[in-house]
């Protein structure tokens, strides 16, 4: 098949209509198959799936790797490479509680580093994944215009930030997206994070379009997470909040099911019906899941299903919050 495209924002490439987020292959999901996570994205680069999300301390350093693997020997324009950097761990894979390591100095080491695992020469797309309260934006991003400049990345992106620190952002340099959660258990963007990106002209790419899982239609309320799920500390997998949202889970559902169609695929293109500069990132780890959010490029929602689906999970329905606490209170974008 062949993916639709959709061009990330005035000043970022084309990019297929969904793209893939690698995470899950090498850490926060609990075990993955390497063959079978190598053979996933190699399918989704087959399938016109161009756009392939990661980040430098997914496994550390593993995800890049990984992704060296699948793409050697294809053509290096067919795939858009967005890597994230900034997060500093430990041997033992615990994250390191100190703010993110966005300065000047770390944009220019941490991006020699990926390089090298991705083996290309060039990133696409280059963002921090979280800023650093202490290290003004306007560093970070020149730093970054620097390494455009230069050729090592082609674009500038951001992830998880607030309509001031995009205004900022984008009087430093041209950007190109921003990343953030975005989705129908998460619609905190479209109060003015959404607004702010249109009127500067940068898209948005959405990650958590399944919310880690809870609108794929596949959760079993039993599953036992190990701790090194990250889901085992979300509020939103918790107790009554996990009944609470598998029941507007199964809302959804029934609104699928008239539609001929599974649950994930109606909630991965309701984000993508949202707005033409707006690309879902979905994390699927093995074949049958990819095929399955692929095929939620068919899906046409017009304005009645749109309310149907808006009935049965209303704006600011989820119950918990898309972060333990801490967490939270490390992101820009939730200020």
Sequence with gaps: MTLPTRRLGSHGPQVSLIGLGAMGMSDLYGPADQNESIGTLQAAIDAGMSLIDTADFYGSGANELLISQAIRGRKREDVVLSVKFGSRRTPDGAFQPVPY???????????AYSLRRLGTDYVDIYRPARLNPQIPVEETVGALEE???AGWIRAIGLSEVGPETIRRAA???PISDVQ????????GPEKAILPTLRELGIGLTAYGVLSRGLLSGHWDPSRELSGADFRAHSPR???ENLEANLRLVEALGRVAERLGATTSQIAIAWVAAQGEDIVPLVGARRRDRLAESLNASDVTLDASTLAEIEAAVPAGSAAGERYAAPL???LDSER
């Design 328 to 330: 939270m209170a490390t």
């Design 101 to 111: 390591d966005v300065s000047a100095a770390a944009v220019k080491d941490r991006l």
């Design 237 to 239: 997998f918790q107790g």
């Design 180 to 187: 953030i959660e975005y989705s129908l258990l998460s619609r």
């Design 147 to 149: 390494m455009r400049q």
């Design 171 to 173: 009087a430093t340099a």
